[in-house]
């Protein structure tokens, strides 16, 4: 059954984020579960930048600088016995940090805007795949902006989904909005498509309203400031579809989770607006296993392939099991295994930065090793970012779950 954005707090403001640190009981969970504190002693852990530090932060400014080498993973809040938002209150902790983004760096700011890199770039698309694609000039761009020779920069295609959009025949049937993001616009168009035809195989007419991006970038890094009004954009530009009774489905987890809960905790709103575009937004796999299961295994041919899913970290948020897995066993013939890593290190925009990237590496280690072992024909993940690393570092064609699904539907096993 699907889960409304309240079921993972979407009333809760930063005052209930900070306030659950009085939940803590110092058990070291968290801790013994944060894979960033598991690779490097510069992190003290959840538990410490969290909860414990939040103490002394009550009684004034507190100089530190280890809540930003936090991935935002949420590991440490998903095996929390005791609800304190851990992951949340070290993001809160960031933006006084940075002073809600004043002291952020050029390059953390050119990554916290993917929507107008991906707008600039998507003019010339071959030219900026060209540039990107020599050392030369990543060498540069590390130099000048701390941005890592080696982060898994993604190709950029311009408008290649509005452009396939618009000129898609869709036949009437109920309407649903899909909150495309910025990631399907500019980078990532044939996840977009794979999900409006498997929408449209299903008797749905998609109508996407806003390509804006979520701005998450933004809020884990603790640049809250600028972020406000992109925000409330966004959330103006996808009421229309509430009022008309729709879902809003989303492709990307972090996007998804990023509307339905991450407003309220970092930016306060909790207005009834932002309220009723959180409850209905719902991830993609998680719709299409509710009511649609049964249809799509009569329509599913065999693929008779080695597929290693691997959810992502923002999976847990969402408090909504693994539908992807669920959907992805009722194609014939396939041989599934779960990634048993519990980030591939990337964390958003996390891995890209110079002085974090190895950390990343370090994350990710396990994963890597499952693949060469394994051997998959294809690897899926539901988040656009942790894609674009895992296919980096394995040169393993890796794919969202719609994708597969409308590939087994497509008899293209």
């Not at 003290?44 to 600088?65: H, I």
């Not at 005791?82 to 933006?95: E, F, G, P, R």
């Not at 805007?113 to 060498?139: C, E, H, Q, Y």
Request: proline share 6%; with cysteine; hydrophobic share 35%.
């Amino acid at each position: 059954m699907l889960h409304s954005g309240v079921f993972i707090g979407i009333d809760h403001g930063s005052a209930n984020v900070l306030g659950s640190m009085d939940q803590c009981t110092k058990c070291g969970i968290c801790n013994a579960h944060c894979p960033v504190a598991a690779v490097t002693r510069e992190f003290p852990g959840p538990k410490y930048c969290g909860p414990q530090a939040q103490r002394f932060r009550l009684a004034g400014s507190v100089p530190e600088w280890s809540p930003m080498l936090c991935s935002g993973c949420g590991v440490c809040t998903s095996v929390c016995p005791n609800n304190v938002a851990i992951s949340d209150i070290i993001t809160l902790a960031k933006a006084d940090i940075v002073g809600g983004g004043d002291r952020i760096s050029l390059g953390q700011r050119l990554l916290n805007r993917p929507d107008l890199i991906g707008r600039l770039g998507g003019k010339f698309p071959t030219l900026t795949n060209t540039l990107l694609g020599s050392s030369i000039v990543r060498r540069i761009v590390e130099s000048l902006f701390g941005i890592h020779r080696s982060a898994p920069l993604p190709e950029v295609h311009g408008r290649k989904f509005r452009k396939w959009l618009a000129s898609h025949d869709q036949e009437n049937g109920p309407i649903v909005s899909y909150f495309s993001g910025c990631a399907i616009e500019n980078y990532d168009p044939d996840v977009g498509i794979a999900l409006v035809r498997l929408l449209n195989h299903l008797g749905y007419k998609v109508q996407v309203p806003t390509d804006r991006c979520c701005s998450l970038p933004m809020l884990s890094s603790g640049e809250t400031g600028p972020a406000r009004a992109r925000v409330q954009a966004l959330v103006d530009a996808l009421h229309p579809s509430v009022l008309t009774g729709q879902k809003i489905i989303s492709t990307s987890t972090s996007c998804s989770l990023t509307l339905r809960a991450k407003y309220a905790a970092y930016l306060d709103m909790t207005d009834d607006k932002s309220g009723e575009v959180a409850s209905a937004v719902v991830d993609a796999c998680e719709f299409l296993l509710d009511g649609h299961a049964g249809r799509l295994r009569k329509c599913l041919n065999a693929m008779p392939l080695r597929v290693l899913y691997h959810g992502p970290c923002q999976l847990r948020g969402h408090k909504m099991g693994t539908p992807a897995v669920e959907l992805m066993q009722l194609i014939p013939e396939i041989n599934l295994q779960l990634s048993q890593a519990d980030c591939c290190g990337i964390g958003g925009t996390y891995g890209y930065e110079k002085n974090k990237h190895d950390i990343a590496l370090a994350v990710g280690a396990s994963l890597v090793e499952q693949v060469r072992q394994f051997e998959p024909d294809i690897i899926v993940c539901d988040s656009e970012t942790c894609r674009w690393n895992i296919e980096a570092r394995t040169s393993v064609e890796c794919v969202h779950p719609v994708q597969l699904l409308m590939r087994a539907i497509d008899g293209r096993g």
